[in-house]
């Protein structure tokens, strides 16, 4: 009959009941310090080891656990001692080089930990789990040139050495040499079709190759292994909004913003694809909560203000713009929208208050200005539509119907007329009813000369 596993503390008073009944029995004494080290006795398996190495000082393994527990005890000298009394004894041994690395980097001398990691690594050239170990050692110094060097040895010494393939892609990526990252983590997959985590970082470096079609396929690979990862979910909602496929991002979108309610990037990006599907009231209701939540962010207010307008909700779009100002006073875009939507209601007079502050602040500002000579034309100001068209024309970028407009203006107020002006409107807007009633007015000019 079998007998049935033995518990640890189980299995600790049996070994001391045999090294009390044996105890010259170096072995004994080692598998018990070893026990010890398992449970977390420390200073019981330091006493072990010194009643083994009382009874033969040449005991390696027990040199390397002694320094070992005495490090993690704290007792750093007196485990340089013991370490360097077993590099006496044998020089080259890559297990007494990697007990000093440790050591060292509980003292914390990161450059002798890497020494003493390298001649690890060199004392045992085959050993892939120490090369690998090397690696990331360096790469979390921010060698990565080194480490890579050290994932490249750990391959030629362990082809299927995932974790070591893995290290040397990341840093092909952060080197921005997509190509030879995307080599290793093809290996990966092809030996390892479950790497999930392969699967997303190869769609990450199709994604930024532009390769939106084949990131997806990698993409949904990953999900299947990570099914509420949030950096793969937005990944591949992205690389559908890119194909095109907007309805499948913001499904993508919407499982995520579940798992991240607080997700601000996230809300934005689902803002912004709700718009172009033309879903405004989806994004208006985001809009709202982002406005409520930051109010201190005037894009949030101005997003929604502008949905609210599209939807002629005036009172409500000024509400929230008159609420911004609270925060942003003189907020140029702001004064703008506010005017654009009085002078939608047919508040002529209030939209060229709010225009005219626009200009208080740049006089140059040209939607003020347009939005001011919109205005006094609807009042029959010809006098001050054409002093805001002139103006427009000193900033150096007028619109075709700007220049045509100014021409009616200059024969309406019986001022010489610039056939100049009309030329250009040809020029800016060939084939157009504009230009045809340019061209006209050229004529006519030239036969009254």
């Known amino acids: 009959m079998l007998e049935r596993p033995k518990a640890l503390p189980e299995l600790l008073a049996s070994m001391e009941e045999q090294c009390r009944a044996v105890p010259g029995d170096l072995g004994l004494l080692q598998k018990l310090g070893r026990l010890y080290v398992r449970q977390g006795a420390l200073n019981e398996a330091v006493r072990t080891y010194r009643r083994l190495l009382a009874q033969d000082a040449s005991q390696i393994a027990a040199l390397i656990e002694l320094g070992l527990c005495l490090a993690r005890l704290g007792n750093h000298d007196e485990a340089r001692f013991a370490l360097e009394r077993a590099q006496e004894l044998q020089p080259q041994s890559h297990s007494v080089f990697l007990a000093l690395a440790k050591l060292h980097e509980l003292m914390g001398n990161q450059e002798q930990q890497v020494t003493f990691m390298m001649r690890a690594a060199n004392a045992a050239p085959d050993r892939a789990d120490i090369r690998l170990a090397l690696g990331e050692l360096l790469r ?5 040139a080194g480490a890579a060097a050290q994932y490249e ?6 082809p299927d050495l995932e974790a070591a393939r893995f290290g040397l892609a990341v840093i092909h990526m952060r080197r ?5 990252a995307m080599e290793q983590f093809r290996q990966i997959v092809t030996r390892n079709p479950s790497a999930h985590d392969a699967h997303f970082n190869l769609g990450q470096c199709l994604f930024r190759q532009g390769k939106y079609a084949l990131a997806a396929v990698s993409l949904t690979s990953a999900l299947r292994g990570l099914p509420e990862h949030p950096s793969v979910l937005l990944l591949l909602a992205r690389c559908h909004h890119r194909l095109g496929d907007v309805d499948r991002a913001l499904v993508m979108m919407e499982r995520l913003s579940e798992l991240q309610p607080d997700n601000i990037e996230l809300l934005e990006e689902m803002c912004r694809l709700y718009r172009q599907v033309g879903e405004a009231d989806a994004a208006r209701d985001i809009y709202c909560r982002l406005t409520r939540r930051h109010p201190e962010r005037a894009s949030y207010a101005m997003e929604l203000a502008e949905i609210l307008k599209e939807e002629r909700r005036y009172v409500e779009a000024a509400s929230v713009l008159e609420t911004m ?5 003189g907020h140029l875009e702001g ?11 047919g508040r002529l007079k209030s939209a060229l208050e709010e225009y005219r502050k626009t200009l208080m602040v740049i006089e140059t500002f040209e939607p003020g200005l347009h939005g001011a000579a919109a205005v006094l034309r609807a009042l029959g100001d010809t ?3 054409f002093e805001m068209l002139s103006r427009l024309l000193a900033c150096g970028a ?4 700007d220049l045509f407009r100014l021409g ?8 010489p007329t610039s056939l100049e002006r009309f030329r250009r409107v040809s020029e800016l807007a060939p084939e157009t009813d504009l230009a045809r009633e340019a061209e006209y007015y050229i004529r006519h000019n030239t036969k009254a000369a």
């Open 383 to 385: 006098k001050g539509e």
């Open 140 to 144: 979390r110094h921010g060698d990565f």
């Open 176 to 180: 921005d040499r997509l190509n030879e």
């Open 325 to 329: 100002f609270k925060h942003h006073p």
């Open 398 to 401: 007028p619109l075709p119907t």
């Open 335 to 345: 004064h703008r929208l506010l005017g654009d939507i009085l002078f939608e209601r």
């Open 408 to 415: 009616q203006l200059e024969r309406e107020l019986g001022m």
């Open 153 to 158: 040895k750990a391959i030629e010494a362990a």
